[in-house]
DNA sequence: GCTTGCACCTCACGTGGCGTGAGGCCCCAG
DNA sequence: CTGGGGCCTCACGCCACGTGAGGTGCAAGC
């Protein structure tokens, strides 16, 4: 059961020309050619452009799609967890945009006006220099900063944007699993802290469980963590520790 | 008050080559500059570039914009409105695909295979030619079929995209008026009829309430469309005909 | 047998929304 | 008076395709 490209794009909503453009950057090449030299899709390739276009749609560029999808040790249910981590950020940073207008229209018939922090303040500054300083005194000689230096030094603005995203979707479920009650030595508590360290291993530096175990306490010593933790859930910064500290042992012995 | 580049980048969260663009293509022309040709932004300039940011975000190429936001017609309320539609309708897709990814884990988990149609139809087919032959045959030597046809001609993917998802919008506006008890023709639903109709003029041909009135008794004559909006919530159909000949009446009488 | 039409093919240039220097000006601090 | 920071204006580069132009393979109708 091959299909042309006509039929693919016919189904996925993309244009010929879409599916020739991957085809010329190595990105979906059709497993097959026929007599005449046209394209033929096998089904393990629209498996692919499925999950092309939903990485796609949350904004990755093409070559970082080809690298997500090509890499060896991320088997598809890590795929679709990450989408849906992915998605369920999206959807939050867009409720919050609403609220935002909302908050905006009450301001406009209630006659206030805001300052220009507290308009642009839904776009998420997401400043990555805020601590900049002080991070650099305390970890400047180490080589997990310099890998992280070296790995977010490329980063765009949209780079950023997806980080955050990813991060607060970890944080969130994590949150979740804690308010249903899960024990922070769960299985699935430290399957999430498990992924919350390989993020961070992707993202910016190789972490591995003694380092991760480091920054577990740090969430629940440094108030500034602490605070943050704890906006987004009371409890979260010491169950994410708990979290962290129990996978580390699982893996540990 | 008024502030430099640097500084408004700074709080939008935009980099100083963008504002320089804007300012290059007239989307964002600073009021005023300085003694030595410096750019000084007012605080209404910030206003505008909140709402450029939002549009953008929301998908909108900037001459849109641009358009969007020099419609004399437009007031900054109507401006809010749209995005907070736009912003529900896209965060209602972004569920639908979030419910997509898990029936794709569950499918996988007991190992069942999707067909193709199956695989895309999140990704919103939307296909706009799919009545093309019936539409042509009943409306085709109608001014409003010529005029559909020359303003949507020019319309990309990403349009099309923009176009059913503020008019998802308002149905799921709608229906939540009719949930919430509104009758059908109180000053909230008639509001809302107006705006569909509004939009269906600049979406697609200049509709007056004459117009709009037919268009209504076919959503509950036809049973496609009836079917359509009977998907949204039950009663819908009805409900918005009979909003659509309130608000005529009031716009008429 | 011949043409008509359709879906496909391969170049190859165009476009939108900026990124990224290069080279220079203004102004203040040391 | 010299350095540095923030601003300025070109102007070319990039990504993910759009959009022809010109040609091929194949089935259907004349």
Redesign the interface.
């Known amino acids: 059961m091959s299909?042309s490209v006509g039929q693919?794009a016919g189904?996925?909503?993309?244009?010929v020309r879409t599916l020739h453009h991957y085809d010329d950057i190595g990105l979906l090449a059709p497993s097959e050619r026929s007599h005449a030299g046209h394209r033929r899709y096998s089904?393990a390739d629209?498996?692919r452009l499925?999950q092309i276009?939903?990485y796609r749609?949350l904004g990755f560029p093409l070559d970082e799609v080809a690298a997500l999808l090509d890499d060896p040790d991320a088997d598809?249910?890590a795929h679709?967890?990450r989408?849906?981590d992915l998605?369920?950020a999206?959807?939050e940073r867009?409720?919050k945009?609403?609220a935002a207008?909302?908050h905006?229209?009450e301001a406009?018939t209630m006659g206030i006006?805001l300052t220009?922090?507290e308009?642009?303040e839904v776009?998420?500054?997401?400043d990555p220099v805020q601590y900049e300083d002080e991070v650099r005194e305390r970890w400047g000689d180490t080589d997990a900063y310099r890998q992280s230096r070296e790995r977010t030094a490329s980063y765009t603005?949209d780079d950023w944007k997806r980080v955050t995203e990813e991060l607060d979707a970890l944080h969130l479920r994590m949150a979740d699993l804690m308010s249903a009650g899960a024990a922070a030595d769960s299985g699935e508590a430290m399957d999430t802290a498990e992924e919350h360290r390989l993020f961070i291993t992707r993202a910016y530096y190789d972490c591995g469980h003694e380092m991760h175990t480091c920054l577990g306490e740090m969430y629940v010593a440094d108030p500034r963590f602490t605070r943050m933790y704890e906006d987004i859930r009371p409890g979260l910064a010491a169950y994410l520790r708990d979290a962290i500290v129990a996978n580390a042992a699982r893996h540990g012995g």
Not at 11 to 15: I, R
Not at 123 to 126: K, V
């Open positions: 299909h693919v189904f996925a909503g993309v244009t089904d629209l498996d499925q276009l939903f749609e598809p249910r679709l967890r989408q849906h998605l369920t999206r959807i867009l409720r945009m609403a207008v909302e905006a229209m406009r006006s220009p922090e308009r642009f776009f998420g500054d997401s603005k």
